[in-house]
């Protein structure tokens, strides 16, 4: 399997050191994990300005690729920043994972995460060990998230919150319920809760692997954990539990047997 | 015979009653005094005088002169002018009255009844007509006492007298005049109140400003020593580099960087100034401001994201109620972050067309169920009311394009709200 990495920093000195660095740390990568060794990581481009990186990806249609960004990859404020990069990028191809490196901590990270995605953040003004150890981990997290995007195997629930579309993995879902007071309906998964706009009937018929089990409820039946047929409680590993209604009980018991 | 019996009783009454009827509005204590009894004496001549019509005014007149002279001392004189007029006024109307009852029995029935329903009347509402006399609008009152006292004079002199020198069209060109003194007398005196209150406004408008520059300005210099010292850190360090670069040693150089890069790059003094410039909404700063500083103040982690200018908010939702909104999210998040280490809040405001913010917080807790927060009455918090979130569904309610969400993990909580977000 083959990974592409492009690094883009206004300074040519500073872009061709990052470069390094992230080699050194995929080799050191490459050293520790098995599964790895089969795998490379080519460094398509080290680029110094917006135009070309916008100019490579358009001509070779890169996809699935990794970038590590400067923020401003510009002195001039009125010429396009690596935020305006990261969008341009992510329009082009979905499944890029983009890492700014940044001389603060990090900046605005939830109104990039709102507009580009999640994004990971390096201080590239760390000492040279502690930044190589920060990039293993995070070429860890890129790989992971390609090969994931990538599986089709792997199915995911999408939903509006707000500005964007958010998917979450359907093996992760524990279900749906109808939020009286204001209308919205509670997502739960293994890693939280969300409030979102829809309503149960509609969802019920778009997602097949979803089992509704009362006028108010919908869950994914691979996540229950117990089910209490005397009070019609179903438990989820969180700890948390719906009701189901009498109706509904033959289903219950076809589906769960017991 | 049975007349000048009648009359001595009214006038005893009379006299009694106004006297009563004085020291009960004007709250003066009454303590027995040998001028007392002169005053009295004094106001026997013209109480006969009322018997000669043309007289009653002068004694009237002569009545109000003797009670500021004697009690000037003891209140205002807009309170003894006041009352004086009242009490003479009403003295005014009973005599009108009285010209209207024929016979000794009627007139002696007439005088007790008056004066028993003249003494509940002021007994009730003494303290009512002294709050006037003595109130914002004070001198609107006296001059309409002055003005009633005046129309009622010339109508009981015009009735019960019937003087004829007082002519039907002379009658209502007194009349006229009278009417048109008070009219423009009451607006001249409502016009001053008016600006009065308008200047007072004007003033507290300017303090409330006032008072806004001051937080804004105390939360800006609350790091100026710390911004200052670390100036003072950086020139030191420029020349200690400078001094090891020229002696060629490179490796003290690099040391001397990173340990500069550790120790003061990550100052807190410099992430303070985020972006609060960005928000052009007066009020919506002013509460960030508060807040800020009130995180700032328990040793809250917290960063301020509006990478957009912010003018104004979507003419679609109330600003109060965003306001609201806001102060009960961030209150929330202080809350549940005090007191504990390591807690961070992040705010984001972002602006483009419409109005995106939210609010994100650490927990330090088992995260909470999402539909329990929004109920009514459910707190974690020791006796609080637990209507927070609750109240926020209320007002979301209220705005079809606003949309809110929460979400929580097991690392921290978030809500976020759009406005006139397209779909």
């Given at each position: 399997m083959n990974y592409r990495l492009i690094v883009c920093d206004d300074e040519p000195a500073i872009a061709r050191n990052i470069a390094d660095q992230i080699t050194v740390a995929w080799e050191n990568i490459q050293d520790e994990n098995e599964q790895f060794k089969n795998k490379s990581l080519e460094l398509s481009l080290v680029a110094t300005s917006f135009e070309e990186v916008a100019g490579y990806i358009v001509a070779h249609d890169v996809?699935?690729?990794?970038?590590?960004?400067?923020?401003?990859?510009?002195?001039?404020?009125?010429?396009?920043?690596?935020?305006?990069?990261?969008?341009?990028?992510?329009?082009?191809?979905?499944?890029?994972?983009?890492?700014?490196?940044?001389?603060?901590?990090?900046?605005?990270?939830?109104?990039?995460?709102?507009?580009?995605?999640?994004?990971?953040?390096?201080?590239?003004?760390?000492?040279?060990?502690?930044?190589?150890?920060?990039?293993?981990?995070?070429?860890?997290?890129?790989?992971?998230n390609i090969n994931e995007n990538i599986d089709d195997t792997v199915q995911y629930f999408s939903f509006k919150w707000g500005r964007q579309y958010q998917k979450i993995?359907?093996?992760?879902?524990?279900?749906?319920?109808?939020?009286?007071?204001?209308?919205?309906?509670?997502l739960i998964f293994a890693s939280g809760e969300s409030e979102i706009k829809?309503?149960?009937?509609t969802i019920d018929k778009e997602n097949d692997f979803l089992m509704k089990v009362s006028q108010s409820c919908l869950i994914n039946p691979n996540n229950v954990q117990r089910i209490d047929l005397d009070e019609k409680k179903i438990f989820f590993p969180d700890g948390s539990s719906v009701y189901y209604s009498r109706s509904n009980t033959n289903k219950i018991i076809e589906r769960f047997g017991r | 015979m049975i007349e000048s019996a009648l009359f001595l009783y009214c006038l005893l009454a009379s006299v009694i009653f106004d006297g009563w009827g004085f020291f009960k509005i004007t709250g003066i204590k009454f303590e027995f005094k040998w001028k007392y009894i002169i005053f009295l004496a004094l106001l026997i001549i013209p109480a006969i005088g009322s018997l000669f019509g043309g007289m009653l005014v002068v004694s009237n007149i002569l009545?109000?002169?003797?009670?500021?002279?004697?009690?000037?001392?003891?209140?205002?004189?807009?309170?003894?002018?006041?009352?004086?007029?009242f009490i003479i006024s009403l003295d005014m109307i009973e005599t009108i009255f009285l010209g209207i009852v024929n016979g000794n029995l009627y007139e002696f029935l007439f005088v007790n009844i008056w004066l028993v329903a003249m003494y509940f009347l002021i007994r009730k509402y003494h303290r009512y007509i002294y709050k006037q006399l003595v109130g914002q609008n004070k001198n609107v009152f006296l001059w309409i006492e002055i003005y009633f006292y005046a129309?009622?004079?010339?109508?009981?002199?015009?009735?019960?007298?019937?003087?004829?020198?007082?002519?039907?069209?002379?009658?209502?060109?007194?009349?006229?005049?009278?009417?048109?003194?008070?009219?423009?007398?009451?607006?001249?005196?409502?016009?001053?109140?008016?600006?009065?209150?308008?200047?007072?406004?004007?003033?507290?408008?300017?303090?409330?400003?006032?008072?806004?520059?001051?937080k804004y300005a105390h939360?800006?210099?609350?790091?100026?020593?710390?911004?200052?010292?670390?100036?003072?850190?950086?020139?030191?360090?420029?020349?200690?580099?400078?001094?090891?670069?020229?002696?060629?040693?490179?490796?003290?150089?690099?040391?001397?960087?990173?340990?500069?890069?550790?120790?003061?790059?990550?100052k807190k003094a410099l992430l303070k100034y985020q972006n609060l410039n960005h928000v052009k909404v007066d009020t919506l700063k002013s509460l960030l401001i508060t807040k800020l500083t009130e995180m700032s103040d328990l040793g809250i982690e917290y960063s301020l994201e509006c990478t957009k200018e912010i003018d104004n908010i979507p003419p679609e939702i109330d600003e109060l109620d965003l306001l609201r909104i806001v102060g009960?999210?961030?209150?929330?998040?202080?809350?549940?972050?005090?007191?504990?280490?390591n807690s961070w809040i992040n705010i984001m405001l972002y602006s483009d067309n419409d109005l995106e913010i939210e609010v994100r917080n650490s927990l330090s807790e088992i995260k909470p169920k999402i539909s329990q927060l929004s109920q009514k009455g459910f707190t974690t918090k020791k006796g609080h009311h637990g209507l927070g979130l609750y109240t926020i569904n209320q007002i979301n309610e209220k705005y079809p394009m606003m949309d809110i969400t929460y979400r929580a993990n097991n690392e921290y909580f978030d809500f976020y709200l759009a406005v006139g977000v397209e779909n």
């Open positions: 996809k699935n690729a990794i970038y590590f960004l400067d923020i401003e990859i510009s002195k001039d404020k009125s010429s396009k920043t690596g935020v305006d990069l990261a969008d341009f990028i992510k329009s082009r191809d979905e499944n890029s994972q983009i890492v700014f490196v940044t001389a603060y901590d990090k900046y605005a990270p939830l109104t990039y995460e709102r507009r580009i995605g999640a994004i990971d953040y390096i201080n590239k003004n760390q000492h040279s060990e502690c930044l190589i150890k920060r990039m293993t981990q995070t070429l860890l997290d890129c790989v992971e993995k359907v093996s992760e879902i524990y279900y749906l319920e109808s939020n009286n007071l204001n209308h919205k309906l509670n829809g309503a149960i009937k | 009545e109000i002169a003797l009670l500021t002279l004697f009690f000037k001392k003891q209140s205002k004189l807009h309170v003894i002018l006041g009352t004086a007029i129309i009622i004079t010339v109508m009981m002199l015009k009735y019960k007298y019937n003087y004829s020198f007082i002519s039907l069209v002379s009658f209502f060109g007194i009349f006229l005049v009278l009417q048109s003194i008070f009219i423009i007398g009451g607006y001249i005196e409502m016009v001053k109140i008016q600006n009065e209150l308008l200047t007072k406004k004007t003033r507290e408008e300017l303090e409330e400003k006032y008072q806004e520059q001051k939360y800006l210099e609350k790091d100026e020593d710390e911004l200052r010292s670390f100036r003072h850190d950086y020139q030191n360090m420029f020349n200690s580099l400078k001094l090891s670069a020229q002696k060629g040693n490179l490796n003290e150089v690099i040391n001397k960087l990173d340990q500069f890069t550790e120790n003061n790059l990550d009960i999210t961030l209150d929330n998040a202080i809350e549940e972050c005090k007191g504990k280490d």
